[in-house]
């Protein structure tokens, strides 16, 4: 699997937008672009992915830049409970990386301030 | 649905003793993972299994380390025998193939003495 570089820690206010980037310079064609989080004492979770487009679902936003070199991932009113550390991955193919597992770099810690 | 079920959730053990972590994935996910977290070495594949069958066990650490899926809604990941550097918090992942998305269980906290 290619490499992603995400920031070690990010912080916000609550109820306000947070952009959370990722840099996979080395993305290939084939590669879908995902995203987990791991809130506190709890194992991963999904929160979205995607290819090429913007995709947005209930919670959260992925911009993915033209040249899919980077992406950011929008919370866009961060609460209390969004406080986890965030982890951007590249997966080969979409339909049918079921299958495969997923590697997990740091990732970045968000930390929502009230 | 109940999601993926762990068990047990926390194990204290003595060096030298044997540890079973269990598995129930989701109903009808065809894929299973094991995974570990530590503080140094963060998220890490240990073994994933599909359609039963596993097909990379390389991130197994040692031989002191095996996993079986005897059937579809069921899988162990045992330790034999355990030893501190084995402490960390265990965690299993089912999905189905299509989907692409894995759905992780809460873990088990292990703590070899």
């Known amino acids: 699997d290619a490499k992603t570089t995400q920031p070690n820690s990010m912080e916000s206010n609550e109820e306000e937008p947070v952009h959370l980037p990722c840099n996979h310079s080395?993305?290939?064609?084939?590669?879908?672009i995902h995203w987990y989080r791991q809130l506190p004492s709890q194992g991963p979770e999904y929160v979205i992915h995607?290819?090429?487009s913007n995709v947005n679902n209930r919670m959260a936003s992925l911009a993915i830049a033209e040249d899919r070199k980077s992406s950011t991932l929008i919370l866009h009113r961060a609460t209390l409970r969004d406080a986890a550390v965030y982890y951007c991955?590249?997966?080969?193919?979409?339909?049918?990386?079921?299958?495969?597992?997923?590697?997990f770099g740091k990732g970045t810690r968000l930390s929502v301030i009230a | 649905d109940a999601g993926v079920i762990q068990s047990p959730r926390h194990e204290v053990t003595e060096m030298g003793q044997e540890v079973t972590l269990r598995c129930k994935p989701i109903?009808?996910?065809?894929?299973l993972f094991w995974y570990r977290q530590t503080m140094m070495r963060g998220l890490e594949l240990l073994i994933y299994?599909?359609?039963?069958?596993?097909?990379?066990d390389s991130g197994m650490p040692e031989d002191r380390f095996s996993a079986k899926m005897p059937n579809a809604s069921f899988s162990t990941l045992k330790i034999q025998p355990s030893e501190p550097r084995d402490s960390a918090v265990y965690f299993c992942?089912?999905?189905?193939?299509?989907?692409?998305?894995?759905?992780f269980g809460p873990g088990t906290r292990l703590t070899v003495l």
């Open positions: 080395t993305i290939s064609g084939t590669d879908y």
């Open positions: 991955i590249l997966r080969e193919t979409g339909g049918n990386t079921g299958n495969t597992p997923l590697v």
């Open positions: 299994f599909n359609n039963n069958v596993p097909i990379d």
């Open positions: 992942a089912s999905s189905l193939a299509r989907a692409g998305r894995q759905f």
């Open positions: 109903s009808g996910h065809n894929s």
């Open positions: 995607g290819l090429t």
